[in-house]
């Protein structure tokens, strides 16, 4: 079963605009983690975020986490045409789990 | 070069054909994953494996076949009895030292096509 679950299920921004990304996931975690893939690759991971973390940054990347709320979101800031991909949150152990991801499109 | 490959890039299955798909890595690596992706859709994990000679199932297992005799290798049959197998198959690997969750290194994929 699907453990995260994103939202929107896409997006589509014009270029240097923000893209945020939203991720609701049911049990409790260790740690949740987001990835990108672009299409037909295989995915690339992005940035990880620990359970007592709220806030985490890489890059143009922006990661908060409210365990309260089960749920995370992933803020890219000043889009570029080469962020256009799916993105994916990812929770559990060696069974991880992903949503069915974020579908987003930068249009030059 | 470390990484992950997957090979083939491209594979076709006829009805009532059993195939492999290769999953090899060189990252030092103890866990390994498959997964399955249909079009649009997110990951499903087939199988697991964290160590050498054991593997443990996923949540649509059925189907498929693993082995784990290296621990740089982590092949996946798709039987016959894998009614919908067209999609999109992926390896990843992790450390596998830890029993939280790990950053995954993924392949590049196989589509396995039915004639």
């Known amino acids: 079963s699907q453990q995260g679950e994103e939202d929107p299920q896409a997006l589509s921004i014009q270029e240097g605009e923000n893209a945020t990304m939203n991720c609701s996931y049911k049990?409790?975690?260790?740690?949740l983690q987001w990835y990108r893939q672009n299409s037909g690759r295989g995915l690339v991971h992005l940035i990880l975020?620990?359970?007592?973390?709220r806030e985490k940054h890489s890059g143009r990347l922006r990661v908060t986490l409210d365990t309260s709320k089960k749920s995370s979101s992933l803020l890219i800031t000043a889009s570029r045409a080469a962020d256009t991909a799916s993105y994916f949150c990812?929770?559990?152990?060696?069974?991880?789990?992903f949503g069915a991801g974020t579908r987003l499109t930068v249009k030059p | 070069d470390g990484g992950i490959t997957q090979s083939p890039k491209y594979l076709f299955r006829k009805e009532g054909q059993n195939v492999t798909l290769s999953c090899e890595q060189n990252?030092?690596?103890?866990?390994m994953y498959w997964y399955r992706q249909d079009p649009g859709q997110g990951l499903r994990l087939i199988y697991y494996?964290?160590?050498?000679?054991?593997?443990q199932k996923g949540d649509i297992a059925e189907g498929y076949s693993v082995s784990r005799e290296k621990k740089e290798s982590f092949p996946l049959t798709v039987t016959s009895a894998q009614k919908h197998p067209t999609a999109f198959y992926l390896c990843?690997?992790?450390?596998?030292?830890?029993?939280?969750?790990?950053?995954?290194?993924f392949g590049p994929g196989t589509r396995l096509l039915v004639l």
């Open positions: 975020i620990r359970s007592n973390e």
């Open positions: 049990t409790s975690i260790n740690n």
């Open positions: 494996s964290q160590i050498v000679n054991d593997f």
């Open positions: 990252l030092n690596h103890d866990a």
């Open positions: 990812a929770t559990g152990g060696n069974d991880m789990r």
């Open positions: 990843a690997s992790s450390i596998g030292r830890l029993a939280i969750q790990e950053t995954q290194y």
